[in-house]
């Protein structure tokens, strides 16, 4: 409980110590929240059109700041974007009208800078700022000094941290995003048909599972959000849709643990005059597909397995 209070306490410290600083940046006339900002290139663009010893080069970025240097007059700054991260230097003779806001600058904080762009003695190429602008005020802690965010439980309920503390989850949720796309293109493109179905459902049917209910107040009749789309797809084979599928929410009041959620997405399709060897068919060429088209390779691990999609795959009657 001890260990507890103290960490709040500390956490408290550093917030009030940030909204020290937003009032200082308020009382400057700088707006800390919402500013527009155009013509901001990616960080990786930036980097990879540097060329060597080429004078006159200009770059323009923005992103969150997850390393911040501050020897005195020099300030080395690192900006993170979708993209990846890049390197500000911030130096007084530049910015002389703005230093004492710049010294106000913290982790987590979203600037948008521009300048030169150059490199450093160590090699690393540095937009060197003659402009700075704030675009948003962080008034939380960034979690370990940037080391990552490792509470486990955390990074689940908090997933917008997560995805700035941790940039590998930013891939996974891109590739992931990806592969949905995939999956709509490779069915679309076998002559399925995406629909949508009802989320609220009179009958929570199509799998065993507990159902969360709702009240619908102008029917005055309790409903059910659905624990599988199987029923209203089926009416559509019966409505003569000879192919169709969904990429659905589905909501399930059960257990709760990071390999378990209650409302989780499903891909379900449903093909008429087919049987069940037509149907593992196709599951085995999408999934090859989108093994052939995101991973490095065919065999890979998943836990203590090794998994091999390689074609063909054994079958089970």
Not at 5 to 22: H, V
Not at 134 to 146: F, Y
Not at 215 to 220: G, Y
Request: net charge neutral; hydrophobic share 40%; with cysteine.
């Amino acid at each position: 409980m001890t260990e507890f209070k103290n960490s709040k306490d500390t956490a408290d410290r550093f917030e009030q110590a940030r909204q020290e600083k937003l009032n200082a940046i308020k009382q400057m006339g700088i707006d800390p929240y919402g500013e527009r900002y155009e013509g901001a290139e990616p960080a990786a663009e930036t980097k990879a059109r540097y060329k060597d010893g080429e004078e006159g080069q200009k770059a323009k970025c923005a992103g969150r700041i997850v390393l911040l240097r501050d020897i005195g007059k020099l300030i080395f700054i690192t900006l993170r974007d979708s993209s990846g991260t890049i390197q500000v230097g911030l130096s007084k003779s530049l910015l002389e009208s703005k230093w004492s806001f710049v010294k106000l600058l913290e982790l987590g904080d979203i600037i948008g800078a521009s300048g030169g762009l150059g490199k450093t003695k160590t090699g690393e190429i540095t937009i060197w700022a003659d402009e700075v602008v704030l675009l948003s005020k962080s008034l939380m802690q960034p979690p370990e000094k940037w080391h990552g965010l490792a509470d486990i439980d955390l990074r689940y309920r908090q997933r917008y941290v997560d995805l700035w503390a941790n940039p590998e989850v930013m891939e996974l949720f891109r590739k992931r995003s990806a592969i949905i796309r995939t999956v709509r293109e490779y069915l679309t493109g076998s002559g399925f048909v995406e629909v949508e179905t009802p989320m609220m459902q009179t009958i929570a049917g199509g799998a065993a599972a507990k159902p969360f209910i709702t009240h619908h107040n102008s029917l005055d009749m309790d409903l059910f959000l659905r624990i599988a789309p199987e029923l209203f797809l089926k009416r559509l084979l019966v409505g003569g849709m000879e192919k169709v599928f969904e990429i659905n929410r589905n909501f399930r009041n059960e257990g709760l643990s990071t390999r378990h959620n209650p409302e989780f997405t499903m891909l379900e399709l449903y093909q008429a005059y087919a049987d069940y060897d037509i149907m593992m068919d196709l599951t085995e060429e999408m999934i090859c597909l989108l093994v052939e088209k995101y991973c490095k390779e065919s065999k890979m691990a998943f836990g203590e397995k090794n998994i091999d999609f390689a074609r063909p795959w054994r079958r089970a009657k």
